[in-house]
């Protein structure tokens, strides 16, 4: 298949970019490097042995979407284009509406303009807001807790009424849980800009030296050791779910909903075990006041990815912390060390 990746160049679209060339497909990236580095593309080439193609624009950019789409003849789209950062929503909500709603929009017009029927959505466990239970199943009441969560809700509606009116329009909304690790080589992996959100990239910075130690929000959540739960699910295992769930679209020809995850729950502090045993380094921590809007628990029940795409995830907590301290021991301050 000849496949686009919007948003190709981040964290997790240029781990699915390895995965789907190896597997034999075109693909093309497209990405304004808002939050990712030019320098992944020199990456990408020396693990697959093949020249990148990709187009710097902004999925916002109908004029420049429509002129990709003519002469690209794709047969899919894998749409990971946005913003990803829950407290700068809360600060910026326009902002966010912005790029990931209007982006979608423009993207999904431009989709329908070149006949593009195939669509596979990177959506997120954020969705179900504050389970009511878990493992959180597909079906579980939907909610949102601040406006990040509330651009993925959006866009998972607006692409359902898109296929409601389209019957030949086919869509995969990908529910991840908590990615993390990176690719076995070292070469990529995840680099945030600035004091990294999420867990596992400030526990990489501390055993780096970069940070001084890790704060944990709260040790006083109704969990195995009072921290709070996650479901972590190596990027690895989330880029081979892309390339299955592509190949179901074409299969079976239906539209589908998953969640992707190991349905396996890990507390920070057992997070935080297992990268020192991996790294063989030191994690330095402090228990500090809960952070506002976490939730005790989430972790995925990923049965109907198995039952639909064959998919289930392979690599547990241990490869996850190794090859996350492999990218980011090779790589201490991410691509800027290039
Ligand atoms: P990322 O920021 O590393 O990748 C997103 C990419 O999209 C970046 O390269 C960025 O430059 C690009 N981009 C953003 N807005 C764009 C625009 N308007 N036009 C063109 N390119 C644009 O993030 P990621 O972790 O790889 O996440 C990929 C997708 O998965 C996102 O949609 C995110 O919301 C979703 N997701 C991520 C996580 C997570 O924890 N990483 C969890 C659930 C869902
Ligand atoms: C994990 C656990 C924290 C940082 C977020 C988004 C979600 C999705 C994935 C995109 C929690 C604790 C964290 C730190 C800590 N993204 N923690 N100290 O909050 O589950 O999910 O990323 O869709 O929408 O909300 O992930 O990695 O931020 O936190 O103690 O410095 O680690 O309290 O228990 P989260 P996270």
Redesign the pocket.
């Known amino acids: 298949m000849r496949i686009l990746l919007?948003?190709?160049?981040?964290?997790?679209?240029c781990h699915t970019y390895v995965e789907l060339v190896q597997r034999g497909h075109q693909v093309v990236i497209?990405?304004?490097?808002?939050?990712?580095s030019r320098k992944v593309l020199a990456r990408l080439q020396r693990i697959t042995g093949q020249s990148v193609d990709c187009r710097e624009?902004?999925?916002?950019d109908r004029d420049a979407l429509a002129d990709l789409f003519a002469d690209g003849d794709f047969d899919a789209v894998v749409?990971?284009?946005?913003?990803?950062a829950v407290g700068e929503s809360c600060e910026q909500p326009l902002r966010y509406f912005d790029?990931n709603i209007s982006?979608t929009i423009v993207l999904l017009q431009a989709m329908r303009d070149a006949g593009v029927k195939r669509l596979v959505f990177?959506?997120?466990?954020?969705v179900y807001g504050d389970p009511r239970q878990v493992p959180v199943s597909e079906d579980a009441p939907l909610s949102v807790t601040n406006p990040?969560g509330r651009t993925?809700l959006v866009m998972e509606e607006l692409i359902g009424d898109l296929c409601r009116s389209d019957p030949g329009f086919l869509a995969a909304n990908l529910r991840?849980f908590?990615?993390v690790g990176a690719h076995p080589s070292g070469l990529i992996g995840?680099d945030p800009a600035g004091i990294p959100n999420?867990l596992m990239p400030y526990i990489c910075q501390v055993a780096v030296g970069r940070r001084e130690r890790l704060q944990v929000f709260g040790g006083d959540y109704p969990t195995v050791d009072g921290t709070g739960v996650r479901d972590y699910i190596h990027v690895m295992d989330l880029a081979r779910a892309h390339a299955d769930a592509l190949d179901c679209l074409v299969r079976d020809g239906q539209g589908f909903t998953v969640n992707l995850g190991t349905g396996s729950g890990v507390s920070v502090l057992q997070l935080v075990d297992a990268f020192a045993r991996a790294s063989g380094r030191e994690v330095a921590y402090e228990i500090v006041a809960r952070r506002a809007g976490d939730v005790a628990e989430v972790y995925a029940d990923p049965a109907l990815a198995h039952r639909l795409l064959g998919w289930q995830a392979q690599l547990d907590v241990d490869a996850m912390c190794r090859d996350a301290w492999r990218w980011q021991s090779a790589n201490p301050r991410g691509y800027a060390d290039d």
């Open positions: 919007c948003g190709g160049a981040g964290y997790i679209g497209a990405d304004n490097f808002c939050n990712s624009l902004d999925v916002r749409h990971f284009a946005a913003l990803k790029n982006g990177s959506s997120s466990a954020t990040y993925k991840y908590n990615p995840e999420n």
